[in-house]
C-alpha cells in the first residue's frame, strides 16, 4: 500500500538557519509522483514541487530545493536561509489508486522560524 | 492554474444539522475531489467527484454521511449530513493537474458545536 512519513513533527530553527524536512515513502508503483505542499497558517494547500520518479536529479528553486533518493525511497526538501514567511505546515504526498492525481498526504511537519 | 473558490469560507454549526459546501474552479475538469483535515491532522481524500456520474468514496466514507454532487464541469458540492463535533475539520475541494496531482481550494473551516 501506498505510505507517506513524515518522522519531523514540528522544527523550530532561527532565520536564517537552513532547515532540511524529511519525507519517506512506500510505493508499489514502478513509476510515480511525488509532491510537496506548503499550508500556512491561513491554511490554504500552496503547491510546491512535482517530481517524477524517472528523474533523480536535485531540484533547485531559489531558497528551496529538494533530494530525491529513489534507492532510499526519500523525497527531502531543504530551505536554506529560512525567513520568517516560511512558517507552515509541509506536507509531502504520493499518488494512489493507480491513479496520478488522487494523493495521499504524509502528517505534515509544522515548520516554526523565529526572528 | 485553476483557480478554485469555495463557500463559505467558514461556518459554525449545530449538532444534527447538516452544511452544504460550495466549490467553483474557473475551468472546465474532469475530475474535483473532496478531502478532510481534521484539527492538526494531515489531509485525507473524501471521494472523487466526475460529472454525470456518481462520486467515488474512499474507505470510511460514505453517500449518506457525505452526499455528493457534481452538475457540470466547473461545479461540485459537498454536504456534511447530521453533523457531530466529530466533523470539525477543513473540508477542500481539489481539482486535477493535467501534470500530475491537484490544485487546491481555500477550504472550509467547520467548527460543530
Known amino acids: 500500500a501506498q505510505k507517506v512519513t513524515q518522522a519531523q513533527t514540528e522544527i523550530s530553527v532561527v532565520e536564517k538557519e537552513d532547515v532540511t524536512l524529511d519525507c519517506v515513502y512506500e510505493t508499489r508503483d514502478t513509476t510515480y509522483y511525488l509532491f510537496w505542499y506548503k499550508q500556512p497558517p491561513s491554511g490554504e494547500l500552496v503547491f510546491l514541487i512535482r517530481r517524477n520518479s524517472f528523474d533523480e536529479q536535485n531540484e533547485i528553486s531559489g531558497r528551496y530545493s529538494w533530494n530525491f533518493q529513489k534507492s532510499t525511497s526519500s523525497f527531502n526538501f531543504t530551505i536554506t536561509a529560512s525567513q520568517v514567511v516560511d512558517s507552515a505546515v509541509y506536507f509531502c504526498a504520493l499518488p494512489f489508486g493507480g491513479a496520478t492525481n488522487k494523493l495521499i498526504f504524509g502528517t505534515g511537519t509544522l515548520l516554526a522560524v523565529q526572528p | 492554474s485553476a483557480v478554485i473558490s469555495q463557500k463559505p469560507s467558514r461556518d459554525i454549526c449545530q449538532r444534527g444539522t447538516s452544511l452544504t459546501i460550495q466549490c467553483q474552479v474557473d475551468s472546465q475538469v474532469t475530475m474535483m475531489f473532496w478531502y478532510r483535515q481534521q484539527p492538526g491532522q494531515s489531509l485525507t481524500l473524501i471521494a472523487t467527484?466526475?460529472?454525470?456520474?456518481?462520486?467515488?468514496?474512499e474507505s470510511g466514507f460514505v453517500i449518506d454521511k457525505f452526499p455528493i454532487s457534481r452538475p457540470n464541469l466547473t461545479f461540485s458540492t459537498l454536504t456534511v449530513s447530521n453533523m457531530s463535533p466529530e466533523d470539525s475539520s477543513i473540508y477542500l475541494c481539489s481539482v486535477e493537474d493535467p501534470r500530475g496531482g491537484q490544485y487546491f481550494g481555500p477550504g472550509t473551516r467547520l467548527t460543530v458545536t
Open positions: 467527484a466526475n460529472q454525470g456520474s456518481e462520486a467515488t468514496y
